[in-house]
């Protein structure tokens, strides 16, 4: 069974242009979650999404990011216009809905964006 | 709103010796707690988690933790680190109810092991 997977890895990007970051959840989990850890930093939380639903979008900056998780394929932090205050490590986590959740978090091995 | 302290930001010991890794947690109400470990340039792996029950919960790699109540504590310890432990521990609380296991998370010790 697959765990998270996330790409790209690494992803380099100008000021003023956009990133997206995709997002597979392990195989039966509809719950995603996207953190985003900032050097020397622990992760915050930004949002947590279930299938076409955003459910909690509160750790979200108010402008430039969106995400989405669409009935088909992977989940979507897209970042416009990005600045350098955006270089960061992008986790991606997922859990299983219903009886199945044991509370945990599954994490991909993260995106790292690098804005020049 | 919960919070997680780490106090300690790096620490170095002596392969063999034994480890306490501090958190303190701040929450409403019954929490869950986590331990989850990172090595450089990977993702996040769990140690082990509480949710309710014993105080004391083991977990993978040889660490254990306890949940103190009455200091709102969840430490981390192994009793001899092997050179392979050093990464970085970050630990993390969440809601004492399913359907949004939104974490939040410690600003991480970095551990290092010397020969």
């Known amino acids: 069974n697959a765990g998270v997977m996330q790409n790209p890895r690494h992803l380099v990007r100008r000021r003023g242009q956009e990133a997206r970051l995709r997002c597979s959840p392990m195989?039966?989990?509809?719950?995603v979650y996207w953190y985003r850890q900032l050097p020397e930093e622990g992760l915050k939380f930004m949002v947590y999404l279930q299938k076409e639903n955003i459910i909690d979008e509160s750790g979200m900056p108010k402008e430039r990011f969106s995400a989405e998780f669409p009935k088909e394929g992977p989940s979507i932090l897209r970042i416009q216009q990005v600045v350098r205050g955006d270089s960061a490590a992008y986790f991606c986590?997922?859990?299983?809905?219903?009886?199945?959740?044991?509370?945990?978090?599954?994490f991909g091995e993260g995106s790292r964006l690098t804005v020049l | 709103a919960q919070s997680v302290t780490q106090p300690d930001i790096h620490i170095t010991v002596s392969e063999g010796a034994s480890l306490e890794l501090r958190c303190n947690y701040s929450y409403g109400a019954t929490p869950y707690l986590f331990w989850y470990v990172q090595s450089p340039g990977q993702g996040l792996q769990l140690l082990l988690k509480?949710?309710?029950?014993?105080?004391l919960v083991q977990g993978i790699k040889g660490f254990e933790a306890e949940f103190k109540r009455s200091q709102s504590s969840f430490n981390l310890r192994k009793p001899s680190v092997h050179w392979s432990d050093a990464a970085e521990y970050f630990c993390a609380v969440g809601r004492s109810n399913f359907g949004n296991e939104k974490l939040t998370f410690g600003t991480g010790t970095r551990l290092t092991i010397i020969p």
């Open positions: 509480y949710f309710s029950g014993d105080t």
């Open positions: 986590a997922s859990s299983p809905p219903g009886s199945a959740n044991t509370g945990e978090l599954f």
């Open positions: 195989k039966g989990h509809s719950h």
